[in-house]
């Protein structure tokens, strides 16, 4: 995926581990995302297919939205629920790096 920032910059996403990528998740599911880690890890049996398919349901939830910084101008780029982009401006108009936590 490639998206043009409005600075002119083109913020690459082909991998993983982007440290100006990241993921969001709203308080109304934060709560209920954690409850279901606990169940699955407490539920998930003992066999290691039973396990990984505990895992898988975590996995396919889908109630993160993802998001992206231009490494360029700072500007904050995510994806709403039918996959559009909006776009969020920083006031300091520089890179701030705030989902890279390395």
């Known amino acids: 995926m490639k998206i043009n920032c409005t600075c002119g910059n083109i913020i690459v996403d082909q991998t ?22 606990d169940n699955a890890i407490e539920k ?24 992206w910084e231009c490494t360029s101008c700072g ?9 559009n982009l909006i776009s969020y401006t920083s006031d300091k108009n520089d890179y701030n790096g705030i989902l890279d936590t390395k």
Do not use: H, P, V
């Not at 990528?21 to 599911?29: A, E, P, R, V």
């Open 75 to 83: 500007k904050l780029y995510i994806d709403d629920k039918n996959g």
């Open 44 to 67: 998930s049996g003992e066999s290691k297919k039973e396990k990984e398919e505990a895992c898988m349901q975590l996995r396919n939830q889908n109630i993160f939205k993802t998001l």
């Open 16 to 37: 993983d581990y982007l440290k100006n990528k990241g993921y969001l998740i709203s308080d109304t599911q934060w709560f209920d995302f954690w409850n279901d880690i």
